[in-house]
Each structure stands twice: as C-alpha cells, then as structure tokens.
C-alpha cells in the first residue's frame, strides 16, 4: 500500500492493487488488475473530488486517462472522513504502475490538485 500521506494538501490517498488472473490474457499482452483507492480528507473544511488524471505505464506504453469524478461520483468528503472505490485496469505487461492526480475543491471554490502516489501493477512473484 502507497500513501501520499507526506503532502501539504491535507488529503491522504492510499492505493492497494491487485492482479486479475481470471480475466488477464498473457497470450496476447493483456494483463488485468484492479486497485482500491482510499482518499481521507485532514482538512478542516470539506472537499469534492472534481476529477481524474492517471497515468498509467508498462513495459511497452505510457497511458494518460483523465476524466470527471471518479467511477460516475464526485464525492464530498468531510473532514476526516474517508471515500474508499474501486476500479481497474489492463496493461500490455507483466509489470507496471499508476500515479496521477486528483482535483480537488473546497467549499469555498478554492481548486487544488492532490497527489496520488505511484503504486506497482505486477503479477505475482515478479517482484521480490
């Protein structure tokens, strides 16, 4: 599990993944893998996450995704609560990663961008 729990934005983003063998297709480059993202909101004041920018790289590719919100929601998040999804993705190699970049609003209207750390896509036993 990565956090971005040393940032200054006061928003804590924890990401856990995980290889889905049953749908992954080695034969053909296609690797599938869900992760679970955990955003915890240390800010005195709420905030809505806006939306998306992942970049998502393998051993043959690097993918920019960006879009609204995050799986059809753009959740407020109180302080010191926490918004937990889960999703997935598909890479053209055995090992890979994600990272990217939350947009965030305060009630105020005040944007901000909230890191997500970097975290491996890897099948089992590729990393030690």
């Not at 059809?72 to 993705?89: N, V």
């Not at 305060?106 to 030690?128: K, Q, R, S, W, Y």
């Amino acid at each position: 599990m990565n956090s971005a729990a040393d940032n200054d934005c006061g928003i804590d983003i924890r990401a856990r993944a995980k290889y889905l063998a049953i749908q992954s297709d080695p034969g053909r480059n296609s690797y599938a893998f869900s992760y679970t993202i955990t955003i915890t909101n240390y800010r005195e004041e709420p905030v809505r996450l806006l939306s998306r920018h992942w970049v998502i790289t393998d051993q043959n590719k690097v993918d920019e995704v960006n879009g609204k919100g995050v799986v059809g929601q753009q959740p407020l998040i109180q302080p010191g609560a926490s918004f937990e999804y889960s999703s997935g993705t598909i890479i053209s190699s055995e090992i890979g990663d994600m990272s990217g970049t939350y947009t965030m609003e305060t009630e105020d209207g005040e944007l901000f961008e909230a890191p997500i750390p970097l975290f491996v896509l890897a099948i089992p036993d590729m990393i030690h």
